[in-house]
């Protein structure tokens, strides 16, 4: 007798969704509520219980496919046999951890004593991926600050924390910085904010024209920071990037 329309039948077959790849659900996921997934974008909101490891799963399913294509043996090659697995986890858990991890958690203080001088915090030692050839970008920032008697102060070691989560992820470093600095203007609520980013990019040591003596230096400028040409300098004089 067919039993394919009994209930048991229909609670053993997975459904269309549970079958399709979990990259594809958790895009539908975004596309639904009108949101972007740019590659320095963080998706986390969209992400479900399991849906990491099962993206980990899929990205080493397609890294083996590229291995293949570039013809490397990694049945018999002793030094590729895991190399799919340990890169898909790799980007996900570490080099793009930014994308797919909630916002660190940061405790927030009143300012209590109403400071309003000129506080610099750095060097950062900060690390990305270039998104044009995921190449790593490996460079240092120092984050400016004048607080207000309304600003909120936060703890030395949670402005590497939130530097290291916009950062981890595929980046150009003018945007990266300019995210960081949107990120502390919400958190911090300063007068004036600044951020200074030097780094190296070996899409440009690794490939291409191999200049491994070029940085790039780079800043965003808010508030008084903008506005004061004196605070602007002093800022700037109290950074010492030759070191």
Not at 48 to 56: C, K, T, Y
Not at 78 to 83: I, K, L, S
Not at 108 to 130: K, Q
Request: hydrophobic share 40%; proline share 5%.
């Amino acid at each position: 007798m067919d039993t394919s329309g009994s209930p048991r039948s229909r609670e053993q077959v997975p459904s269309e969704s549970a079958t399709r790849p979990v990259s594809e659900r958790i895009r539908d996921r975004i596309n639904l509520a009108n949101r972007r997934f740019h590659a320095n974008d963080n998706i986390s909101a969209f992400l479900e219980p399991g849906d990491l490891e099962a993206l980990i799963e899929e990205v080493e399913g397609k890294l083996e496919a590229v291995l293949e294509s570039l013809v490397i043996d990694t049945r018999s090659d002793h030094n590729t046999a895991e190399t799919a697995r340990r890169v898909a986890r790799m980007y996900i858990t570490e080099v793009f951890r930014g994308r797919y991890m909630p916002t660190p958690a940061v405790t927030e203080f009143p300012n209590a004593e109403s400071l309003n001088e000129l506080m610099i915090v750095g060097p950062i030692t900060v690390r990305s991926a270039c998104s044009h050839h995921f190449c790593p970008i490996m460079g240092r920032l120092w984050i400016g600050l004048m607080p207000n008697e309304h600003s909120n102060l936060i703890g030395l070691s949670k402005y590497s924390r939130l530097a290291e989560w916009i950062m981890s992820r595929p980046q150009i470093q003018e945007e990266g910085i300019t995210q960081l600095a949107d990120l502390l203007i919400d958190k911090v609520r300063p007068d004036g904010l600044a951020v200074v980013m030097e780094a190296d990019h070996f899409c440009m040591h690794w490939r291409g024209v191999k200049d491994s003596a070029t940085k790039m230096i780079n800043s965003v400028m808010r508030g008084s920071f903008l506005k004061d040409h004196t605070l602007r300098r002093e800022l700037l004089s109290l950074l010492n990037l030759k070191d």
